[in-house]
């Protein structure tokens, strides 16, 4: 077989489970759309991503992403890899999630590169909209950085992907 009548014959295989599940909720719950299939679920709130994904499920990913980056370091060296910056966002995200605020020593410190790197990245992901710095209310000492709006935005549709991507591959499988 050829191989793009083979990815078109995996896809429609892929599509024939997706529908069997999706019929299988609509006959378990009904046809009142309150099915758990999550194409099913209504649009996406607040603090969900644009796949429909809670921050929970995402944060959840994105540490699993951040621990196996320094699973990675470890085992390879991190002389091989370096994005400071999506190490940053991506601990910031689950610190959000937790609610938990992160100091600027901390944010250098989960770029998992020399203070001066983690300092500089976090200057570039504030001029681009990505983070903003505030004082610590609590301790003047300290400032606080935290993702914007804007930040939340794209790490959600980032994430979300990611999470939908692995989904697909598992129905592939």
């Not at 370091?73 to 605020?101: C, N």
Request: glycine share 10%.
């Amino acid at each position: 077989m050829n191989e793009p009548k083979s990815k078109a014959g995996k896809e429609l295989r892929r599509i024939i489970r997706e529908l069997e599940s999706i019929a299988r909720d609509c006959e378990t719950h009904g046809d009142s759309g309150q099915g758990g299939h999550e194409l099913l679920q209504p649009p996406v709130k607040s603090g969900e991503s644009s796949a429909g994904y809670s921050d929970q499920v995402l944060a959840e990913k994105a540490a699993q992403i951040y621990t196996t980056r320094r699973q990675r370091d470890r085992r390879v060296g991190q002389g091989f890899f370096g994005e400071p910056a999506w190490d940053i966002l991506l601990d910031l995200f689950i610190h959000h999630v937790q609610d938990k605020s992160v100091s600027v020593t901390s944010a250098c410190l989960a770029s998992a590169s020399p203070p001066t790197t983690g300092l500089r990245w976090l200057g570039v992901l504030e001029q681009a909209g990505f983070v903003m710095r505030a004082p610590d209310p609590e301790d003047g000492r300290v400032t606080l950085v935290r993702l914007t709006d804007h930040g939340l935005q794209v790490l959600r549709e980032i994430l979300g992907n990611y999470v939908a991507a692995v989904h697909d591959a598992r129905l592939i499988a």
